[in-house]
């Protein structure tokens, strides 16, 4: 009984550690999830900035072919997953590549690639049975997302310029106070129409070919995307990990009280025994006229 008591005394002390684990994983991502929210503001500054660049730049275009074609070539797309490089975060990423499965079954490609980001997503995209042509390692911190972002847009544009991808599509979470939502976006070919041409004013002034120059900012446009994408990805990957924390304190909280009734009934049972032989002795001694 002893032993058995002490069995359970040593489980409640390794669920005391646990929860204390659990909390500090759950706060560490809530700190990073502030963090992400806090970098947004200047992401979203910088592209709104571009697209600006760009309405001023359209019309130099006027009376030209039109915007340089932001499509490579025939036949094959491209699909960007964004996972997560760490684990505790639910069904984060089967959600995200079950987005991008329906993205490639359903793709007017001939064929697609796919690239996931997220050493996490990379397992979780195996087990699935995904073919994954392209991997990287997902940001852990929000100071690493423009980074990530640049590697992106590297290997996006390295596809671009071979003339062998028509259309590029990126799939990522965002936080959402009811879980994380699963959105997606078409990056490449690129879409003018949505830039309103500046207003007629002087011309301004340039140092590249309009042509050249509206590319450049294309991209540069592109990358803002990308960065924008990526950081939601890490908020929502953070906002997952931290209601998988709440869950599992929950269920440590519930263990606990079962562990800690039963070693409370254990004592309790332990007492009454001794309690029960000590009478008995007494008996003995009383009957024996001792």
């Known amino acids: 009984m002893a032993e058995r008591l002490s069995d359970i005394e040593q489980r409640i002390d ?3 550690q646990l929860s204390s684990v659990v909390a500090a994983i759950r706060g560490i991502a809530a700190a990073r999830l502030r963090e992400a929210d806090a970098q947004l503001t200047g992401i979203r500054s910088y592209a709104e900035t571009i697209g600006e ?7 130099l275009l006027a009376g030209r072919a039109g915007p340089v074609s932001q499509t490579g070539g025939k036949g094959t797309g491209l699909v960007i997953a964004l996972c997560s490089e760490q684990g505790f975060v639910g069904g984060f990423n089967s959600r995200v590549l079950d987005a991008a499965r329906h993205l490639v079954a359903s793709g007017q490609a001939s064929s697609c690639e796919m690239f996931v980001v997220g050493d ?5 995209a195996g087990e699935r049975g995904l073919q994954v042509d392209w991997s990287i390692p997902m ?9 990530l972002a640049n590697q992106l847009a590297e290997a996006l544009y390295q596809r671009l310029g071979a003339g062998t991808m028509e259309t590029a599509t990126i799939v990522h979470a965002v936080p959402d106070q009811e879980g994380a939502k699963i959105v997606t976006k078409a990056l490449i070919p690129f879409d003018f129409s949505r830039f309103p041409h500046a207003a007629p004013t002087a011309a301004p002034l340039i140092n590249l070919p309009a042509e050249a120059l509206v590319a450049q900012l294309a991209e540069e ?10 950081m939601l990805s890490y908020a929502a990957e953070n906002e997952a990990r931290m209601w998988a924390m709440l869950a599992a304190h929950g269920n440590v ?11 409370r009934h254990m004592r309790q049972e332990e007492i009454t025994a001794e309690v029960v032989e000590l009478a008995a002795g007494v008996d003995a001694e009383t009957a024996a006229g001792i």
């Open 253 to 263: 909280g519930r263990r606990l009280d079962e562990l800690t009734a039963k070693a």
């Open 221 to 230: 446009y592109v990358f803002a995307e990308l960065c924008e994408a990526a």
């Open 120 to 124: 996490r997503g990379v397992i979780v």
């Open 139 to 147: 940001a852990t911190g929000a100071e690493q997302v423009s980074d």
């Open 53 to 59: 660049a760009i309405g001023q730049a359209l019309p």
């Open 14 to 16: 390794s669920i005391h």
